[in-house]
């Protein structure tokens, strides 16, 4: 079966610098999401990504946050000037069609620790 | 801002037997439904959904229902066996002018199957 795949599974930077979490969406999704679960809270929602261009973003995703389909195939969350609250499970999301609300499907997420 | 809510942080059921879990919402725009269930350190799988425009979904074990009136849906599992242990999620979403909309979680619910 089709899944969402991250790299790398776990990140260690520190703070102040840049870093970039990569997915491959599942290959013939149209729609592509961000997500992340700080420890012992919610999963919140980000971004979404739909036709090359951001659709939505909540007010998590401030200036500090991009994301980018750079080719056909990848979709990355870049965060510039990380802060250690940004440490957190990053997950990435696609879904194949919004008008029948088609489910998201995740990938197994990314470990962001910022030391 | 609870918009999903889920209670119960665990639930403890003997394996042949029901699975119950409950969650309710806050958001009247909310139109689409799902859940899904964590294994440590993967990410959420989706399990099943249900659009507000009916009233129960039911896929194998699994059957959600959803009670419009009292904002509250709730998953089934029957019979609960011991592969079911992981953590489920409650999502919602609220179509908003066709964009890709993002799922609001609750807190999840710890289900353990006992033999």
């Known amino acids: 079966e089709p899944e969402v795949t991250q790299t790398p599974s776990h990140q260690v930077t520190q703070m102040g610098q840049e870093v970039i979490l990569r997915c491959v969406p599942i290959?013939?999704?149209?729609?592509f999401y961000w997500y992340r679960q700080i420890l012992g809270q919610k999963v919140e929602f980000l971004v979404s990504?739909?036709?090359?261009?951001?659709?939505?973003k909540s007010e998590i995703f401030d200036d500090q946050f991009s994301v980018e389909r750079p080719d056909g195939s990848n979709f990355t969350l870049k965060i510039r000037s990380t802060k250690l609250e940004d440490s957190a499970m990053y997950f990435c999301?696609?879904?194949?069609?919004?008008?029948?609300?088609?489910?998201?499907?995740f990938g197994d997420g990314t470990r962001l620790s910022i030391l | 801002d609870q918009q999903v809510k889920q209670n119960s942080p665990s639930l403890s059921v003997q394996e042949g037997r029901i699975s119950i879990l409950n969650c309710d919402y806050t958001n009247s725009m909310f139109d689409y439904f799902l859940w899904y269930k964590k294994y440590p350190a993967e990410g959420p799988t989706f399990l099943i959904s249900i659009s507000s425009i009916k009233d129960k979904n039911e896929d194998g074990r699994f059957t959600v229902f959803l009670n419009k009136s009292a904002k509250h849906l709730s998953l089934h599992i029957v019979p609960s066996q011991p592969g079911d242990s992981a953590v489920y999620f409650c999502a919602a979403s609220a179509r908003s002018g066709g964009g890709a909309d993002g799922l609001t979680f609750g807190k999840g619910t710890h289900l353990i199957i006992q033999p």
């Open positions: 999301a696609s879904s194949p069609l919004l008008m029948n609300q088609q489910p998201q499907h």
């Open positions: 290959s013939n999704h149209l729609y």
């Open positions: 990504f739909y036709n090359n261009e951001i659709s939505e």
